[in-house]
């Protein structure tokens, strides 16, 4: 429950910031064109809002909702969300959205979007001021990584260390972020060259590889490669109980050779796999019984019959790769980190805007999720650093979204205004309440699939 309101409390922090700016920006840039702006609402408020005010001399309602998963600003004169049309019946007013020229219209209708892209630019920028870069240089992973069997099909081998492939240069690993540009690259490319023993090696490649079945593959397509090496040993486990020491190394897993916890793992997963077809508590125990061969300091090996828990734990602990590697900082003055920020912010978005094309395919449909999907890339425990980096990306994403020429969106708006510009015609209002109808409606079923994918994962 802790670790469920610590999450739920980063979301809703940033969901409150960025719906804040997103909306200020409409009311800022409606205000600029003597716009009235008739409500603005922090979180959606509908039956009733949990605090309310006007000032006096303001045509601005300040309202704070109930339901936290958005909020909107109720311009005058305009077919919005709200499906107030009855404005619409009355003769337009100096002050309405509709009496404004298309260009106003338009500036106002992109404010939000902009603000949320020049926002996750500028917290970018402040990340990268205020705690520097941390990163290890791609050649400085002295293990490599471990490849999967599609990966070594294509002529990949544990503990090549991939640097470019034909069009784009590796030169750091520090993150997901890192590891989701290598798999884009690779997926794309004609060619990639590795570091194999010191030396280079060139692999060729298909070309197009789907990147989606890359990452949720069995093992995946590449982890780091971590040698079975025990940097820990818990009290009273299967491992203390045989003696197992810090700096032992497992060479052999039930008569299968291995040197690398990704296999020692892959041995676990198999055995999981078997026990869920197992009926009776002897052929637990049979299964749970396996057979290894530890390597020493002194290089002596010696063979154990060791009983893994229930929960096919051994009881060992190992350093994660990283941890042993070489690590670079790279700190930044106030006016380099905005170049820099931005640099970084342009690569995240045009990565996620390249990913999208997967949500049109059978897996990638079934990762679509709403915010029980976001509120779970925020971490455990409160980090400022992380918080931020996710809502830059939250941001970006917001502002991908809420562009698309999808009615009832800002892109939808935009478009709309776009063919007016070009044509001189305005739509009407009719057409625009059908389509800004069709709009919520694509919206919300959206949204309950993207809701029924968050509780299946969540209950299966």
């Known amino acids: ?16 910031i960025l719906v804040f700016l997103h909306e200020g920006g409409h009311f800022l840039a409606a205000k600029v064109f003597k716009i009235r702006v008739e409500k603005f609402a922090l979180f959606f408020d509908p039956w009733f809002s949990l605090f309310k005010w006007k000032p006096k001399k303001s045509d601005t309602t300040y309202t704070l909702g109930w339901l936290p998963l958005g909020g909107y600003v109720k311009i005058a004169g305009m077919v919005d969300e709200s499906m107030d049309t009855k404005q619409l019946e009355a003769p337009v007013q100096p002050w309405e959205f509709r009496a404004k020229p298309a260009w106003q219209r338009l ?13 996750a630019l500028l917290i970018y920028a402040v990340i990268l001021f205020t ?37 784009k240069t590796f030169t750091r690993f520090d993150s997901n972020q890192s590891i989701s540009d290598v798999y884009r690259a690779i997926s794309t490319s004609s060619e990639c060259t590795v570091l194999r023993n010191g030396k280079e090696v060139v692999i060729s490649l298909p070309g197009e590889i789907n990147m989606l079945d890359m990452m949720k593959s069995e093992p995946p397509f590449m982890l780091l490669l971590s040698p079975s090496i025990i940097d820990s040993v818990l009290v009273d486990s299967p491992a203390d109980q045989i003696g197992l020491q ?42 749970r019984q396996v057979v290894l061969s530890v390597k020493h300091q002194d290089e002596a090996v010696d063979t154990f019959s060791v009983l893994l828990t229930p929960e096919l734990t051994l009881g060992t602990m190992w350093n994660t790769p990283l941890a042993q590697c070489e690590t670079v900082t790279k700190s930044y003055s106030l006016l380099s980190a905005f170049p820099a920020g931005v640099a970084y912010g342009w690569n995240v978005l045009s990565g996620y805007v390249n990913d999208l094309k997967y949500l049109f395919t059978k897996e990638g449909a079934k990762s679509v999720g709403s915010f029980g ?88």
């Open 1 to 16: 429950m802790e670790v469920f309101l610590i999450r739920a409390a980063q979301l809703v922090l940033c969901l409150s």
């Open 107 to 119: 500036i106002v209708m992109l404010a939000g979007v902009f603000v949320n892209f020049v926002v």
């Open 131 to 167: 705690w520097g870069e941390t990163y290890v240089p791609i050649e400085n992973l002295s293990n490599g990584f471990k490849f999967n069997a599609q990966a070594q099909e294509l002529g990949f081998q544990d503990g090549d260390i991939p640097l470019r492939t034909d069009t």
């Open 246 to 287: 810090v700096g032992d190394q497992i060479v052999s897993f039930n008569e299968k050779e291995i040197s690398t916890w990704n296999e020692f793992q892959d041995e676990i997963s198999r055995l999981a796999d078997a026990l869920t077809d197992e009926a009776t508590q002897a052929d637990s125990l049979r299964l």
């Open 373 to 460: 999907a976001i509120g779970s890339l925020f971490p455990k425990a409160w980090d400022w650093q992380r918080f931020w980096e996710l809502t830059a990306f939250i941001s970006l994403m917001l502002a991908f979204m809420n562009i698309l020429p999808i009615p009832a969106l800002d892109g939808g708006h935009a478009f709309f205004l776009l063919c007016e510009v070009v044509t001189r015609r305005k739509p009407s209002d009719k057409f625009m309440a059908r389509a800004e109808t069709i709009g919520m409606t694509i919206l919300l079923l959206l949204m309950v699939y993207a809701i029924m994918n968050d509780f299946i994962r969540f209950v299966f």
